[in-house]
């Protein structure tokens, strides 16, 4: 879901998985502005992933190239750990992750949403 949206019903907690948190907007209005309730930016591509993606042209092979440098990272422990702690919540528990981007489908909550299904979470 894009950060700063309406919710939806049963939505649960909102996670924001950016880097940098909303300009302009002071900590005590995320949640209230619908930017997020927690903020985990270590499950956000590293600011040399999104940057390079950024200066490319956008095609396909720079985002199969972004996919497969945000997997790698994904892959380090800390960041596993987190993605087997979204699954094991996601078996009791409703929650979203976001990002600021406006097209799913050319953002890194894609790939985590197929991350997160291969650890075991369960999607709506």
């Not at 302009?24 to 209230?32: H, N």
């Not at 997020?36 to 999104?50: F, K, N, T």
């Amino acid at each position: 879901m894009q950060l700063g949206t309406g919710r939806f019903k049963d939505e649960g907690v909102r996670i924001g998985t950016v880097r940098r948190p909303p300009r302009g907007v002071s900590k005590s209005d995320y949640a209230r502005l619908n930017f997020y309730d927690v903020w985990l930016p270590d499950l956000a591509p590293s600011a040399d992933v999104v940057g390079d993606f950024q200066k490319s042209d956008g095609g396909d092979a720079a985002w199969r190239k972004l996919d497969r440098r945000y997997r790698a990272e994904m892959k380090q422990p800390e960041r596993a750990r987190l993605l087997g702690l979204l699954a094991a919540l996601s078996q009791t528990s409703n929650f979203s992750v976001g990002c600021y981007c406006d097209d799913e489908r050319r953002c890194h909550r894609s790939i985590l949403k197929d991350l997160l299904q291969g650890h075991g979470a369960k999607l709506a």
